[in-house]
């Protein structure tokens, strides 16, 4: 079967710039088993489908004992899995609870009321640019893409901002952890991330607490008091709850934005639009989700019995891949589907997931991929890319630049 | 796309009459524009005031959220349409090919397309509907005469019949701390949309949020005081409610009473017409210029036997006033079906319900995931060993899945293992739907049976 090397050149970093040929060919047999064992669903229609299956399963503990296990996220070992990794009634509870103090119903203006801090954390930023200017250019990525969502999800949490450093720092380890790399590096760089994977939990743990005694208008606080009665998350539930908000927070984040200004230095014409009509980010972070989606493919799902679709019988306990960034290029769903169309109508794409478990930081995420791509093409005069292709992270999964080095004639 | 002469001239030049500006009207209007008819439109609507949205009105309207005049339905493009509001069509002739209005005047139309609906089922008795106080909730006039009401702070609201709108009533009055009573002739609230099981839970709630719920009672008479203010109600138990405002929500009737004699297919439970939107005439012939969309159709459907669907769902209006605009100005090899599945929402105390296929033709229930007891379950129903329906309490997100089960008629119970299945969701029970032909809040999907002329209310067996 020719897709067997598919997959594994699609894992394969030398392709990480650019796979969507490959998803292509993938896309020939919407469903197919690769020789290392998972079943890759590649095509829009089959992807949408089984994110709404209850027949589909993301607790690994679904998974046959011979099934193998995908390029899995690790978590911290001693704290009880996130909602990320279970199915209802936990997945609703957790984050039900997770959500009370997030978005609607109950906290409906969280967001939204963050609008103008989004704002001036970005300014800060981009004024931060000013002492490099004309000369040798930014990563974009150090500079700008990676601290914003951390320092957002900071304040969203209520870290203070004199830890906010250590946070970085966490963040740092714990997410450079994630990219699959050889086995001699990831033993060697076990013990760290296990350190502040600890030290991340234990801050948290302090800070939760201090939370209850003196309660602020933040995420930790709600969550510490706790409401009504649907009872309430247990300490350590807290404490993963949180980690996985940081980590899942700006991991993909960064991923958006850095996406984001590459497409647009890209595409000059349509980072001129932006830059003359501010509303087109709206609809343009969408075709962007859906052109270079940060999460590139789900692969932990698995069948609670045997299920047929695309032709294909999938068994009781397999591993699924969802290939969200294939299904988003699906000729059958999108027309013109290798286009970047900043207005794309009917734009229902994959980039956020569907389903239960659709991402739970979407508004967010939305919006400062918004302000972030409207300020930087508003800010950056004659913004151009020093290199393309840039420099890839290992990571296939949540796939974007390491670094994204651009050259500017001034700032605005 | 090959079109012959007269096809040519239509678009260009020929002239569409819309009959009822609500929903349906305004996205088919939208839909002639967007596919290039460039001929005159003209929008006739009984209401004085633009399309605008009635979901909100018995929720957010009715909390004071927004405002009853903020409910104008956004548009998706212009559509130069010459309006003709606050004018109710009154009579149509098939032959010249006219509609006439309530000011006297008339209009010709090439292309006719009725949108108009249904309204509220009035209380029965005409000198007590007259007391103040007494209300029904279908137009955005009601909405806002009805919120003022609620804002002085009665002594006590009496909702009668506990349906969709009834229901959602009752729970915008508990929401304001209004004391609220519910009188459902039924076994419980929703009985007839929704069977008796999940019938329970929502009593349960209902009672959990404060309602004081009356079920199989019926209000026997309304009584109003000397100056003609509502003051109380009688029930057929004997007992007496002190209210002074009643809600009336015994469902809705079909406006079509404008279409009598006109030789078209309409009657109580609507306008006959195929799946392609075209109307019927009373010999069950269909009509080329007469297309029909919304509330007030009722059109064959391939998934339940091609029984005559009416159906009272939002979702409805919009895919076939899509579906009759565009086969309005096509050929026929290019016409498209209407073939949407059912599906509605509500919201209401607290909850998020959503369904999808038929309920009512459910014979047997059973509880896929979660369970009753939380109030947050997905529930399916059974049809002779098939799918035929879905509902979910704040589990929205699977409903995807259990659509396609209906469309694929999949077998019944389901035979496979799902998430969050528990120990009360492994055997069917009986779905517990009331007899249709008694009178109460109604379902809002109704089988109508197999007759395009059917010009009578009676009972179609279901289970024949």
């Known amino acids: 079967m020719t897709s067997v090397a598919l997959l594994h050149r699609i894992t394969d970093y030398a392709n990480r710039a650019d796979p969507y040929p490959l998803y292509a060919e993938l896309r020939k047999t919407p469903v197919v088993q690769d020789e290392a064992g998972p079943y890759v669903v590649s095509t829009y229609w089959e992807i949408k489908e089984l994110l709404h299956d209850p027949r589909i399963s993301s607790d690994a503990r679904n998974l046959s004992p011979d099934a193998p296990r995908g390029p899995a996220q690790e978590e911290d070992p001693n704290l009880p899995p996130t909602f990320l990794r279970l199915d209802p009634p936990e997945h609703d509870r957790l984050r039900g609870l997770a959500n009370r103090p997030f978005g609607p119903p109950h906290t409906p203006r969280r967001v939204h009321d963050m609008r103008s801090e989004l704002g001036e954390i970005v300014s800060g930023l981009i004024d931060g640019f000013r002492d490099r200017e004309g000369g040798d250019g930014i990563d974009l990525v150090d500079t700008f893409a990676y601290p914003f969502p951390v320092t957002v999800i900071c304040r969203l949490l209520g870290v203070p901002r004199e830890d906010e450093a250590h946070f970085h720092q966490w963040a740092d380890t714990i997410a450079a952890s994630l990219d699959p790399v050889s086995a001699e590096d990831r033993e060697a760089r076990a013990e760290t991330t296990r350190q502040a994977r600890s030290d991340l939990a234990l801050y948290l743990a302090g800070l939760i607490e201090e939370r209850r005694k003196s309660p602020r208008d933040d995420m930790l606080s709600a969550m510490a008091a706790g409401h009504g009665p649907d009872g309430q998350l247990s300490p350590v539930e807290m404490i993963s709850t949180a980690a996985l908000l940081l980590i899942a927070g700006h991991e993909t984040t960064v991923n958006l934005i850095t996406n984001g200004m590459l497409t647009l230095l890209r595409n000059p014409d349509v980072l001129k639009r932006l830059r003359d009509d501010p509303d087109l980010a709206v609809p343009l972070v969408e075709e962007l989700l859906r052109y270079e989606p940060p999460v590139q493919l789900l692969p932990q799902r698995t069948t609670l019995t045997d299920i047929e679709i695309g032709g294909t019988v999938i068994p009781k306990g397999a591993s699924l891949w969802l290939v969200l960034a294939s299904g988003n290029r699906d000729p059958q769903r999108f027309p013109d589907p290798d286009r970047f169309i900043p207005n794309r109508p009917d734009n229902q794409h994959l980039g956020l997931g569907s389903g239960i478990h659709s991402c739970f930081g979407a508004p967010l995420a939305r919006l400062e991929a918004q302000l972030a791509l409207t300020e930087l093409v508003r800010r950056l005069d004659n913004p151009r890319l020093l290199e393309d292709p840039p420099v890839y992270r290992q990571n296939a999964v949540l796939r974007g630049p390491r670094h994204l080095n651009i050259a500017f004639d001034g700032l605005k | 796309m090959p079109l012959d002469g007269s096809l040519q001239r239509l678009r260009r030049e020929g002239h569409i009459v819309v009959v009822g500006a609500s929903l349906a009207g305004l996205r088919a209007a939208e839909t002639l524009r967007e596919e290039g008819f460039s001929g005159t439109l003209t929008m006739i609507g009984d209401e004085p005031q633009e399309p605008y ?221 195929d799946a392609g939107c075209r109307a019927f005439d009373v010999r069950g012939i269909v009509t080329d210029d007469v297309f029909v969309a919304g509330d007030v159709a009722r059109s064959p459907h391939p998934l339940f036997g091609y029984q005559f669907l009416s159906l009272e769902h939002w979702g409805n209006a919009v895919a076939q006033a899509e579906v009759a605009a565009h086969n309005m100005i096509n050929s026929s090899a290019d016409r498209r079906p209407h073939v949407w599945t059912p599906s509605f929402w509500s919201a209401q105390f607290g909850v998020n319900i959503k369904s999808v296929g038929v309920p009512p033709m459910g014979e047997e229930i059973i509880v896929t995931q979660g369970s009753l007891s939380d109030r947050r379950f997905t529930a399916v129903y059974g049809y002779r060993g098939r799918v035929i329906a879905a509902v979910t309490f704040d589990q929205a997100k699977w409903l995807d899945f259990y659509q396609r089960q209906i469309e694929q008629a999949a077998p019944f119970p389901p035979p496979y293992p799902s998430v969050d299945r528990r120990p009360d969701g492994m055997r069917p029970v009986p779905a517990g739907f009331p007899d249709p032909s008694l009178p109460s809040h109604g379902p809002t999907v109704t089988l109508s049976g197999h007759s395009p002329a059917d010009r009578r209310v009676s009972f179609t067996p279901m289970r024949a």
Request: charged residues 25%; glycine residues 12%; aromatic residues 2%.
């Open chain 2, 53 to 273: 949205d009635r979901p909100p009105l018995s929720k957010q309207v009715l909390l004071g959220k927004v405002p009853a005049d903020h409910t104008a339905l956004p548009r998706r493009r212009a559509i130069d349409a010459q309006w003709r509001l606050g004018t109710a069509a009154t009579g149509l002739d098939l032959h010249a090919k006219r509609v006439h209005l309530s000011d006297g005047s008339s209009v010709e139309y090439d292309r006719l397309l009725i949108t108009t609906g249904v309204r509220a089922r009035p209380w029965p008795n005409e000198l007590e509907a007259d007391l103040d106080g007494v209300f029904v909730l279908r137009t955005v006039d009601d909405a806002t005469r009805l919120h003022h009401r609620l804002k002085a702070g009665p002594r006590r609201v009496l909702v009668i019949g506990a349906g969709f709108t009834g229901s959602e009533i009752a729970s915008a009055c508990r929401e304001q701390q209004l004391p609220v009573t519910v009188a459902e002739r039924g076994a419980a609230p929703l009985v007839g949309a929704l069977g008796a099981v999940v019938g329970e839970v929502a009593a349960e709630l209902q009672r959990e949020h404060g309602v004081d719920l009356r079920c199989g009672v019926q209000v026997t008479g309304l009584e109003g005081d000397q100056a003609g203010r509502l003051r109380c109600a009688h029930l057929s138990d004997g007992s007496t409610v002190e209210a002074d405002i009643a809600v009336v929500s015994l469902g809705a009737t079909r406006n079509t009473e404008w279409l009598a004699g006109s030789g078209l297919g309409a009657g109580p439970r609507g306008i006959a017409c």
